[in-house]
């Protein structure tokens, strides 16, 4: 299960074995130096980003170990990998003037090291795939010259490669780190903070109070509540893992599909990394690349993303024609009390994001630094409200040891795909690519969107959806944006259909969890998923017909009625495919589905 961080929720089974002082202290430091970060001022790439990456290595070498090889060799490999780490901290000035030029025997030894270690840290974190692209990129950047053609480079010197790689901001301590370090980090540790305490809960009672009662209650329960989750978590593993732990029971109590409501939680769940704020990281990643301010990046993904949750709504009521999809008893859903007391939970945090970032004027970092404060002050009260020094400690214990871990896991992705994007950079390989798929495309955007398309699913079933993206950006992008497409657009695209693979055989993270939770054929959910999620597959395409969607921020009417027509069609589609009716009155919904979107 490569997708999605699946290592999150893989370890998480052995979290009450290993609630050791030990981890919930690591955990604190990972938490205080990111937060330190925000408030202290200006710190030097070279000493944050090092220092990272050395919190993260016992998470990912030592705490995440499942046999005692692993957690033997992860001990020495963390002791050396800090020692490195420490070794570019402590000579940042020095280094800083050697231009990404090594010059002593030691330099380079440490820098092989360190790539090595990126590769290795990553690979325990979420598998093979990653850093054999990565592998990939260092054997070109080595061997490059030997290609003949216009895809070989000139050749690299060895301390010229090694140097900018790993004593220079160019690979290992690039920009996506920086991101990772001063703003992925900080949202981790939010939603780390929230998933602590009670606000879980909310989101699960929010959700029935407002679907339960409907037909297909309990999937539509399913679908917003992973869509409130997902707002935090941006992982479509964690979505199923925590809010599937309670709906896919659920489903199956009041006679679902076994097949269905596991493909509900995987599609559901799937959403949150497509879901402002977080989206699996995304959109922090979008400010960096693209240089666009953040709430503008939240405001353009908003509507397609609300897009997503409305077509998923729409297959649970088709799939209502083929299944007796009962709605929730009234009795396991949650008097207004509860859902008033509860919701406060998440609330009370995101006003203070959301009030700080829009009213106050502050960087996204520094708001959700300010609502995990206001967050970890509500770890004081219990369900109930009623007031707990205990459990205050024991939930700050259970949000340092998950926040430790995903910072770590994330940190890991990052760290190596931005060898990738050092190595793409500096032999131009990223131009090279560019120019194929403009060759091929015959300078046409959409065979250009399609050849894009192809790549990001591809890449995406074998990569995390966050590296995928900036691997399948940073090549295919700058060909898009020639073609005309605004370079948000452009960056939103390929986001969403490095995302495919979650919900797609052969390798779809949420659905292989989702169905061992429910425990049905992983092939029969997949089906169901990709029937339920086909406004994944369609809508990237029609935010390209319909450019407007991505415009709330600047004109809210055409991008209100862009997203109608979108939903109207979307609808006629999900219908026309999942409904139980005449074959050939389902054909003709997805034919006129698809003229509404693309036609009119």
Excluded at 43 to 72: D, E, G, K, Y
Excluded at 456 to 474: D, F, K, N, Q
Aim: proline share 5%; with cysteine.
């Amino acid at each position: 299960m490569p997708n999605s961080l699946s290592s999150l929720t893989a370890s998480a089974s052995g979290d009450s074995a290993r609630f050791a002082p030990g981890w919930v202290a690591l955990g604190a430091a990972t938490i205080l130096f990111h937060l330190g970060l925000i408030f202290y001022g200006l710190t030097p790439a070279l000493v944050s980003r090092p220092m990272h990456m050395a919190l993260a290595l016992p998470w990912v070498l030592i705490f995440m170990a499942t046999t005692p090889w692993q957690r033997a060799s992860g001990w020495v490999l963390t002791v050396f990998g800090i020692a490195a780490c420490a070794y570019i901290a402590l000579n940042e000035r020095a280094l800083a003037n050697q231009y990404g030029f090594i010059d002593t025997h030691l330099q380079m030894a440490i820098g092989i090291f360190l790539i090595g270690l990126a590769l290795e840290a990553a690979r325990r974190a979420i598998g093979w795939p990653l850093p054999l692209v990565a592998l990939g990129a260092l054997a070109y950047g080595v061997l490059g010259q030997h290609i003949p053609g216009a895809f070989g480079h000139p050749g690299l010197p060895m301390q010229s490669l090694v140097g900018t790689l790993t004593i220079a901001e160019g690979g290992l301590w690039g920009s996506l780190t920086g991101v990772s370090v001063g703003v992925v980090a900080i949202f981790v540790i939010f939603g780390a903070v929230l998933n602590a305490g009670e606000a879980g809960q909310g989101f699960m009672n929010l959700a029935s109070a407002m679907a339960g009662r409907l037909t297909g209650g309990g999937a539509k329960v399913s679908v917003i509540s992973s869509a409130l989750m997902g707002s935090i978590s941006g992982s479509a593993s964690a979505n199923v893992a925590s809010t599937g732990a309670i709906t896919i029971p659920s489903m199956v109590r009041l006679g679902y599909p076994r097949s269905l409501a596991g493909a509900v939680e995987a599609v559901a769940s799937s959403g949150g990394q497509i879901m402002p704020p977080l989206m699996g990281a995304g959109a922090f990643v979008m400010v960096e690349l693209t240089g666009t301010p953040y709430t503008e990046i939240m405001a353009a993904a908003m509507l397609p993303a609300l897009l997503y949750f409305a077509t998923v709504w729409v297959g649970i009521n088709a799939y209502a024609t083929r299944h007796d999809l009962k709605p929730m008893p009234e009795s396991d859903r949650p008097t207004p009390r509860e859902v008033l007391v509860t919701s406060l939970f998440f609330a009370v945090p995101f006003v203070i994001l959301l009030e700080r970032i829009f009213n106050g004027g502050v960087t996204p970092q520094y708001a959700a630094s300010i609502a995990i404060f206001a967050g970890a002050a509500l770890l004081l009260f219990d369900v109930r409200l009623h007031f707990s020094l205990g459990g205050f400690f024991r939930r700050m214990a259970d949000a340092a040891m998950t926040a430790g871990r995903q910072v770590a896991v994330i940190g890991s992705i990052i760290i190596c795909a931005s060898l990738v994007i050092g190595v793409l950079s500096m032999t131009g390989l990223g131009v090279k690519i560019t120019s194929g798929i403009l060759s091929l495309s015959g300078e046409m955007l959409w065979p250009a969107l399609l050849l894009t398309a192809l790549a990001c699913l591809i890449l995406g079933m074998e990569v995390p959806t966050t590296a995928a993206y900036v691997i399948c950006v940073s090549v295919a992008g700058p060909a898009l944006i020639s073609l005309g497409l605004e370079p948000l657009m452009a960056h939103l695209f390929v986001f969403w259909f490095a995302l495919l693979s979650t919900i797609t055989p052969p390798v779809c993270g949420g659905v292989f969890i989702a169905a061992g939770m429910v425990g049905e054929n992983w092939l029969k959910v997949a089906l169901k998923a990709m029937a339920l999620g086909i406004g994944l597959y369609i809508i990237p395409l029609a935010m390209i017909a319909n450019p407007d969607i991505i415009r709330l921020a600047f004109d809210p009417l055409a991008a209100a009625f862009d997203t109608v027509k979108i939903a109207v069609g979307l609808t006629a589609i999900s219908f026309g495919v999942i409904a139980r009716r005449a074959w050939w009155l389902r054909a003709l919904l997805v034919v006129a589905g698809g003229l509404v979107i693309f036609a009119f």
